[in-house]
């Protein structure tokens, strides 16, 4: 057997065991998704889903409407020009994939020509008579991605609160008590 004809036979054989000792097991880092929703869940005193539409007194989806405040004035967002759904707002009722099953809808609130001083302003306005305020802050080096949250002046959410329903560090989700 010639010299080349060995050292490639054993190039083959070794190749594939250096490999796997030199592989980690951790997988390679990704672009990670940026999150520019908030998922919202609205209850009343008694833990009751107020989006669940088999309840009596429950919100309805289509009343909702999501404004922000540009300039010092509010701008309803299907106003204003952004690819995906018009409205800012995706409803999600009790079929979803949370357990248990809850309805939620989901805000878009990383709206570029709406941050001012690294944070947005929304209104939510859930009815006619009823509204919150959410302000988020962004990271404008990473896709305007949400970093912090706060519901009507007050602190509800950052990078590392646990979220109420997936029980994850990271997700941005806020329950609202009506």
């Given amino acids: ?3 080349n004809t060995f050292i490639r036979m054993i190039g083959v054989a070794v190749l594939p065991l250096v490999s796997l000792l030199s592989c980690d097991d951790e997988p390679a880092p990704g672009p990670r998704p940026a999150h520019q929703t908030v998922d919202v869940m609205l209850q009343d005193e008694n833990g009751r889903d107020l989006l669940d539409q088999e309840q009596p007194d429950a919100y309805n989806p289509d009343d909702i409407q999501l404004y922000f405040l540009i300039d010092n004035q509010e701008v309803l967002m299907a106003n204003v020009p952004y690819i995906g759904n018009p409205s800012g707002i995706t409803y999600h009722g ?12 989901s805000l878009f609130l990383a709206y570029d020509k709406a941050i001012e001083n690294g944070r947005t302003t929304a209104i939510v306005k859930w009815n006619k008579t009823d509204a919150d305020t959410i302000v ?22 950052d990078t590392r609160t646990v979220s109420p329903i997936y029980k994850v560090a990271g ?7 009506k």
């Fill in 94 to 105: 009790p079929e979803g994939t949370y357990t248990p099953k809850v309805c939620s809808v």
């Fill in 171 to 177: 997700e941005p989700e806020v329950i609202i008590v």
């Fill in 136 to 157: 988020c802050e962004v990271n404008p080096d990473y896709l305007n991605e949400i970093e912090k949250i706060y519901l009507n002046g007050e602190f509800v959410w």
């Fill in 1 to 3: 057997m010639e010299m």
